[in-house]
């Protein structure tokens, strides 16, 4: 089993920044990648960006490309995502997951563990 707790949502302005933290426990070594993904109510989860643990290959949306940047650090089992130029339409809940095998980083149903999400509110 694997836990993932996120953190550092938040309510801003458009144009400002965000940083969300991802902390794994647990079962850490058995994952292949981590992965952001968001949800707005009523529309389907929507991926984000993903990174391989060990090799850290990214992946990256292309509707935050240029402005999100996925990290992580393996001595703290923490993922990053660094949100840059916020807009409006970056509202969601912003779930962090874990996936132990090989695969597309895109692939929602491939990702096996999942943490509670954490709100994050840009205003106009």
């Known amino acids: 089993q694997v836990q993932l707790v996120e953190s550092g949502g938040g309510l801003v302005q458009a144009g400002d920044s965000l940083r969300l933290s991802c902390a794994a426990s647990?079962?850490?070594?058995?994952?292949?990648?981590m992965g952001w993904f968001r949800e707005v109510p009523g529309e389907a989860r929507e991926f984000v960006s993903a990174i391989v643990w060990n090799a850290g290959n990214t992946l990256v949306a292309n509707s935050v490309k240029g402005r999100f940047t996925i990290s992580r650090d393996n001595a703290k089992n923490t993922m990053y995502l660094q949100m840059n130029s916020l807009k409006p339409e970056d509202t969601a809940v912003y779930y962090c997951a874990v996936r132990r095998t090989f695969g597309d980083l895109w692939q929602e149903p491939s990702y096996d563990y999942w943490g509670q999400g954490t709100q994050v509110t840009v205003s106009s």
């Open positions: 647990g079962r850490t070594f058995s994952y292949y990648a």
